[in-house]
DNA sequence: CAAATAATTCGACAATCATCAAACTATTCG
DNA sequence: CGAATAGTTTGATGATTGTCGAATTATTTG
């Protein structure tokens, strides 16, 4: 499946998969960082693009080039609100490949 | 979880995931090529690489390489039998890496 | 032992790709 | 409007990597 091998290409890369598991992890409720200010995500499963680049250490223009390899994959989706760019997972294209994983033949 | 990128790096080129499926899909019962003589599996879940190479179209040198890969993400286990390595699938590292994509959070 | 088959090692080459800086667009706010 | 914040676009560059041919090792078989 091509879908499938697009997935891990962009999931290839040290910096995206900290992308991913940002955007993952910050996404939730409670991740907000009061020292830095960083990951204010106004809503449950969205993060700004701003407080991603808080804790992936990158320039904003290698950072705006994963988010392409991401989108492109499918494995995010993203919506400007504004000045901001929020991001947030696909659930469902993560969910087909993880089943083309474990299926047997 | 660095485990995972070794495994989305593994599979992130089309040739080696070709590769992958191959082990996975031949390495059943019924795959034999009455044809080509290929994928002579002597038992189920496993195939020597030359079958491999059958299906896969790339050099000898290539398929070692690509196996090497594989092998060091976790992904295949190889042992040779005579003139022959056979190879087949590691699913319990699949599986984690499926339990990983699918993980919320 | 010699020949044949199966696979690996080694170097080299081409292509891909992650990264950044600089310049630019978009949006809000004073 | 002008300043500030947030992202994008566009080269350029250095590193990684997929590929192969040639030589080599391993194993079986005549």
Redesign the pocket.
């Given at each position: 499946m091509d879908e499938a091998l697009k997935i891990f290409?962009a999931l290839?890369?040290?910096?995206?998969l900290a992308v991913f598991q940002c955007i993952r992890g910050c996404g939730g409720e409670t991740a907000y960082d009061t020292e830095t200010g960083c990951c204010d995500a106004t809503e449950p499963g969205a993060v700004?693009?701003?407080d991603v680049?808080c804790q992936v250490p990158?320039?904003?223009?290698?950072?705006?080039?994963?988010?392409?390899?991401l989108r492109d994959a499918g494995i995010i989706e993203?919506d400007?609100r504004?000045?901001?760019?929020y991001v947030q997972i696909n659930g469902a294209a993560l969910a087909k490949v993880a089943s083309f994983l474990v299926n047997t033949k």
């Open positions: 290409q290839s890369d040290s910096t995206r700004a693009l701003c680049k990158c320039s904003p223009s290698t950072l705006t080039h994963h988010l392409n390899v993203t400007r504004g000045r901001q760019v």
